[in-house]
């Protein structure tokens, strides 16, 4: 599956769009790992154990919107966004969209 934060892909027309496919995911802070990043925030830095959940909260939006392009027969999804938002207090979400495409080559 070819993604694409563009419009289009090189080497290829879209010869059909299936539509807009998403993936989301809710993912809630560690109580650990809560009082780690306060502690953090009195001196500065990564917060690396944030920065590893919104990483692994990406990748597995990124999946659930590929496999639902897929089930529509999708070469590639075009137009990837990402958007974050606060469910409730302690949990945010993770949203990937696109659109689904079929593909074809372009000679050269």
Do not use: C, P
């Not at 563009?6 to 010869?15: D, Q």
């Not at 597995?60 to 999708?74: D, T």
């Not at 070469?75 to 945010?92: C, E, K, L, N």
């Amino acid at each position: 599956m070819i993604l694409s934060t563009t419009e289009e892909v090189a080497g290829y027309k879209i010869k059909e769009v299936l539509g807009v496919v998403m993936g989301n995911t809710i993912r809630a802070k560690h109580l650990g790992k809560d009082i780690a990043a306060g502690l953090k925030t009195l001196v500065g830095g990564e917060i690396k154990g944030y920065a590893e959940m919104l990483a692994e909260a990406r990748n597995i939006a990124i999946e659930r919107m590929v496999n639902e392009a897929e089930k529509l027969g999708a070469d590639a999804v075009v137009g990837v966004r990402f958007a974050t938002a606060a469910v409730m207090s302690g949990a945010a979400e993770m949203l990937a969209y696109g659109t689904a495409v079929k593909l074809e080559k372009i000679d050269t």
